[in-house]
T-cell receptor
């Protein structure tokens, strides 16, 4: 089955700086890679996703890049703000219809220092 | 759009009793919903895939007779934890699939005493 590795487990950055979180996946058949933000005691919130037919996607301060050959993808947050503090999870799945539950990384606790 | 609700948000039950958790997609129809479990400070683990009108598909190691899933309509899936024990205490989160994206509910905190 799929295995997703996520690094770092904790990331502390100064407000206004950029944050980068990296993930690798093992199953070359995976073609869908979402990123979720989870605040304490709440469900994960989809913030951005990318499919394997593109290499990069951007939405305001958030961007995701995908390298299919190396089987890794990254989340980039620019101009970080205090409200960006949360746990971020990457995930992977094969989105071909039928059963395509997500395999999650272990999460990154992002701390924005004021 | 893409709002998913769960009920209850938290529940405390005694060992040996059963608990039902509801997951609803409020503004879209979902033929497929998923149930995940999350232990404190850990990641989400997929328990089962719930398909409307058919039997759920369980991940390896998840007891289907203990975690009963019913997906009777395009907007509702239920998870029943039968004969709950303290080790079943966890955060249970459902998601609903719209196109290829999954949207998560707010979670249900189950505590078994």
């Amino acid at each position: 089955g799929e295995n997703v590795e996520q690094h770092p487990s904790t990331l502390s950055v100064q407000e206004g700086d950029s944050a980068v979180i990296k993930c690798t996946y093992s199953d070359s058949a995976s073609n869908y890679f979402p990123w979720y933000k989870q605040e304490l005691g709440k469900g994960p919130q989809l913030i951005i996703d990318i499919r394997s037919n593109v290499g990069e996607k951007k939405d305001q301060r958030i961007a995701v890049t995908l390298n299919k050959t190396a089987k890794h993808f990254s989340l980039h947050i620019t101009e970080t703000q205090p409200e960006d503090s949360a746990v971020y999870f990457c995930a992977a799945s094969y989105s071909g219809g039928g059963a395509d539950g997500l395999t999650f990384g272990k999460g990154t606790h992002l701390i924005i220092q004021p | 759009g893409a709002v998913v609700s769960q009920h209850p948000s938290r529940v405390i039950c005694k060992s040996g009793t059963s608990v039902k958790i509801e997951c609803r997609s409020l503004d879209f129809q979902a033929t497929t919903m998923f149930w995940y479990r999350q232990f404190p400070k850990q990641s989400l683990m997929l328990m089962a895939t719930s398909n409307e009108g058919s039997k759920a598909t369980y991940e390896q190691g998840v007891e289907k007779d203990k975690f009963l899933i019913n997906h009777a309509s395009l907007t509702l899936s239920t998870l029943t934890v039968t004969s709950a024990h303290p080790e079943d205490s966890s955060f249970y989160i459902c998601s609903a699939r719209r196109d290829y994206e999954q949207y998560f509910g707010p979670g249900t905190r189950l505590t078994v005493t």
